[in-house]
């Protein structure tokens, strides 16, 4: 069906080869995945098997045809029994579906009873049967794909190339285009898909050709996508030390505002259930004493708890009450939204 002897592609003005020295063969019936990173030479495999390009070396035989002995003049009849499905649909906008998908046999100059009567299967055959009327920007992206196979099918080809088909589309209907294709293939018809969902691949378990660089490292029946490291994953980065500098300068912040309160006019709130701070003494109302001037005295000594059962006084130099973290804005700075939480004093 498709054979592929020693091929070598180069082209102008690369130092590579986009496929080097690739031999294999795809037997009637066959569905074959086409794996490999961007650049792998999968592309290229699949213009050579539409003869949009010649091989530089080896040779491709496609439905019994060297592509190389095949004029120019032919090649649109030979390209009438493969179909191609791309990852960009390339439908027709100004076209409804069905003239879409009728378009492939007008070209080709089928029948109009022939059209009126392919068209329809076609559609019925990729799920989109009433839709016939609709226009491609009113059609999901995963309509469109149905609509871009249904119009590769119509003229009933022997292959069915699929560049992608899945590239465009959200993983449900990945999945739906993926069952479609596999239907496709068990009424005879053999596809040959270049994709890099890896998911399907190994779960499908078909036949895989994995291209690298060019060349050929691997053909497997039954294989899985084999060889990842070419998909790059996402993983999250840690911010390290972002929510300490975060909650440092707040607490900072916090430390300044405080230090103002304490030391400026404005007096701070005392902790509920602290003795108050001791006021200023009056001046007693008898007969006025006569003011001496008092040395300064050393401070007494303070007393062992066991003697003394009062508490001590704070000994810090500027008292640190307690502050009302809302009151201060501080409560968005550390993400406290809630009126339990409870806030003790800062150091």
Same mark, same amino acid.
């Given at each position: 069906?498709?054979?592929?002897?020693?091929?070598?592609?180069?082209?102008?003005?690369?130092?590579?080869?986009?496929?080097?020295?690739?031999?294999?063969?795809?037997?009637?019936?066959?569905?074959?995945?086409?794996?490999?990173?961007?650049?792998?030479?999968?592309?290229?495999?699949?213009?050579?098997?539409?003869?949009?390009?010649?091989?530089?070396?080896?040779?491709?035989?496609?439905?019994?045809?060297?592509?190389?002995?095949?004029?120019?003049?032919?090649?649109?009849?030979?390209?009438?029994?493969?179909?191609?499905?791309?990852?960009?649909?390339?439908?027709?906008?100004?076209?409804?579906?069905?003239?879409?998908?009728?378009?492939?046999?007008?070209?080709?100059?089928?029948?109009?009873?022939?059209?009126?009567?392919?068209?329809?299967?076609?559609?019925?055959?990729?799920?989109?049967?009433?839709?016939?009327?609709?226009?491609?920007?009113?059609?999901?992206?995963?309509?469109?794909?149905?609509?871009?196979?249904?119009r590769a099918l119509v003229n009933r080809p022997q292959v069915l190339l699929a560049d992608e088909?899945?590239?465009?589309?959200?993983?449900?209907?990945?999945?739906?285009?993926?069952?479609?294709?596999?239907?496709?293939?068990?009424?005879?018809?053999?596809?040959?898909?270049?994709?890099?969902?890896?998911?399907?691949?190994?779960?499908?378990?078909?036949?895989?050709?994995?291209?690298?660089?060019?060349?050929?490292?691997?053909?497997?029946?039954?294989?899985?996508?084999?060889?990842?490291?070419?998909?790059?994953t996402l993983e999250p980065q840690v911010e390290r030390g972002a929510a300490a500098v975060a909650?440092?300068?707040?607490?900072?912040?916090?430390?300044?505002?405080?230090?103002?309160?304490?030391?400026?006019?404005?007096?701070?709130?005392?902790?509920?259930? *602290? /003795?108050?701070? =001791?006021? #200023?003494?009056?001046?007693?109302?008898?007969? %006025?004493? !006569?003011?001496? &001037? $008092? *040395? /300064?005295?050393? =401070?007494? #000594?303070?007393?062992?708890?066991?003697?003394? %059962?009062? !508490?001590?006084? &704070? $000994? *810090?130099?500027?008292?640190?009450?307690?502050?009302?973290?809302?009151?201060?804005?501080?409560?968005?700075?550390?993400?406290?939204?809630?009126?339990?939480?409870?806030?003790?004093?800062?150091?």
């Amino acid at each position: 069906m498709i054979r592929f002897e020693h091929v070598t592609k180069r082209y102008r003005g690369t130092a590579k080869p986009a496929l080097d020295d690739v031999d294999f063969e795809v037997q009637r019936g066959e569905f074959v995945f086409l794996v490999g990173a961007s650049g792998s030479g999968k592309s290229s495999c699949l213009r050579l098997i539409l003869r949009e390009d010649l091989p530089s070396e080896g040779r491709i035989v496609v439905l019994g045809r060297d592509t190389k002995s095949l004029s120019n003049r032919r090649t649109p009849y030979f390209r009438r029994h493969i179909g191609s499905v791309f990852q960009d649909f390339r439908l027709l906008p100004s076209k409804t579906v069905f003239q879409n998908v009728a378009f492939t046999l007008q070209v080709i100059g089928s029948s109009r009873a022939f059209v009126k009567q392919a068209v329809p299967e076609a559609l019925e055959l990729v799920g989109l049967a009433g839709m016939a009327k609709r226009m491609p920007h009113e059609l999901s992206g995963g309509e469109q794909q149905r609509v871009a196979i249904a119009r590769a099918l119509v003229n009933r080809p022997q292959v069915l190339l699929a560049d992608e088909p899945t590239g465009n589309l959200d993983p449900a209907t990945s999945v739906d285009i993926m069952q479609l294709l596999a239907r496709i293939n068990a009424s005879g018809t053999t596809i040959l898909c270049a994709t890099h969902e890896a998911n399907f691949v190994d779960q499908m378990q078909r036949r895989v050709i994995e291209l690298k660089h060019g060349q050929l490292v691997r053909d497997e029946r039954h294989g899985g996508y084999g060889d990842r490291s070419g998909i790059k994953t996402l993983e999250p980065q840690v911010e390290r030390g972002a929510a300490a500098v975060a909650a440092l300068t707040a607490v900072l912040e916090l430390q300044r505002e405080v230090s103002g309160n304490a030391t400026g006019a404005v007096p701070t709130p005392a902790r509920e259930g *602290a /003795p108050a701070s =001791p006021a #200023p003494a009056a001046e007693p109302t008898g007969s %006025p004493q !006569p003011s001496e &001037p $008092t *040395a /300064p005295t050393a =401070p007494e #000594p303070v007393p062992a708890a066991q003697d003394d %059962p009062r !508490p001590e006084p &704070p $000994t *810090a130099a500027v008292p640190r009450p307690d502050v009302d973290v809302a009151e201060l804005g501080m409560a968005d700075r550390l993400g406290l939204r809630s009126n339990d939480d409870e806030v003790g004093p800062t150091s």
